[in-house]
């Protein structure tokens, strides 16, 4: 090969390299369920995410997930669990957020709490999704509200997806350096609040995002089950 031809063929390889898109992923660690958060009595229910291999409680609304992992770089790092991708959507679609994985929780008073290890760019996105559906079926109801608690680059926001669109609801900024957030959700009766803390803090160190939302009012039907889903997202429109 002659060194013009072999200087353009590096050029191009180079050229590709910079050029491929670089897919974000998120870390979920644990995942804790409490059913009577408080009863001075109750203990969560805590799933630390060791393997791939989940028990039959957890769900895949959207089928399997590629290129879903399980990272273990201890003792170099604290950062092990579940990896996620962030998936591709637009922001202007229909409410319909690509849930990755899920618990469907048939109470009305419970509290879940997640740990996720997330360092996001521009445009990416990952947190915790709930939707309320009826009991007779694991899938989300189409007239239902969502709502997406999550972790982006300004901090954290809350926001309500529906047929009509998607909605911001509230908002708070995160230190620079936080790459490890808790995130937690409460529901008493038709009442979701949403809370967070991030490394440095105390276990009881919660901050409340926004107010107390009724995620049950846009249903003319009875709703008595919860899904709560972690999803990854890379908004293609930002």
């Not at 915790?128 to 007239?143: A, D, E, F, R, Y």
Request: aromatic share 12%; hydrophobic share 40%.
């Amino acid at each position: 090969m002659k060194p013009s031809a072999f200087l353009l063929f590096l050029a191009f390889l180079l050229f590709a390299g910079c050029t491929q898109k670089h897919v974000n992923r998120a870390v979920y660690s644990q995942f804790a369920f409490e059913e009577n958060y408080d009863n001075e009595e109750s203990a969560p229910d805590t799933t630390v995410f060791s393997s791939l291999t989940l028990g039959p409680e957890w769900l895949f609304p959207n089928g399997p997930v590629q290129g879903m992992t399980y990272v273990d770089e201890r003792p170099e790092t604290i950062v092990h669990g579940i990896s996620l991708p962030c998936v591709n959507m637009s922001s202007k679609q229909n409410g319909e957020i690509p849930c990755q994985m899920a618990r469907r929780i048939q109470s009305e008073h419970f509290a879940v709490m997640v740990e996720m290890f997330f360092e996001p760019k521009d445009g990416d996105a990952a947190g915790l999704i709930v939707s309320t559906n009826n009991s007779s079926s694991s899938q989300v109801s189409k007239g239902l509200s969502s709502l997406f608690f999550y972790r982006d680059l300004a901090g954290l926001s809350l926001r309500r997806m529906n047929h009509q669109g998607i909605d911001l609801l509230a908002e708070t900024e995160l230190p620079d350096f936080v790459t490890r957030v808790y995130l937690r959700i409460e529901r008493s009766g038709p009442l979701f609040s949403f809370f967070y803390r991030y490394e440095g803090s105390g276990p009881d160190d919660w901050t409340q995002v926004g107010d107390a939302i009724d995620i049950t009012s846009d249903s003319s039907s009875d709703v008595d089950a919860t899904l709560i889903g972690l999803c990854a997202l890379q908004f293609e429109d930002k």
